[in-house]
């Protein structure tokens, strides 16, 4: 087994936990914040791939848009309150 195919497992397990956890997770905060980190995992998969182009998109929209307008859209919906 070589390096390559231990790290690619690696990113693949964190990939899976971070959205069970994004699912399992009670405050919506913490449940955008996973989405984020499987973004970020999600970028590290593309590096594996040899995928740079694909890898910069994830990180611009999947690991750091996405959750802005998240955590915006969940601010403006609440009134900045956490129920």
Do not use: C, Y
């Amino acid at each position: 087994m070589n390096s390559i195919f231990i790290l690619n497992t690696l990113v693949m397990i964190g990939i899976i936990v971070a959205a069970i956890l994004a699912v399992v997770f009670d405050k919506l905060l913490s449940s955008i914040i996973a989405l984020g980190v499987v973004g970020s995992f999600m970028v590290l998969e593309f590096i594996l791939l040899h995928a740079p182009d694909v890898a910069m998109a994830e990180a611009v929209i999947g690991a750091v848009l996405s959750p802005i307008i998240f955590i915006i859209a969940l601010k403006k919906v609440k009134g900045g309150r956490e129920e």
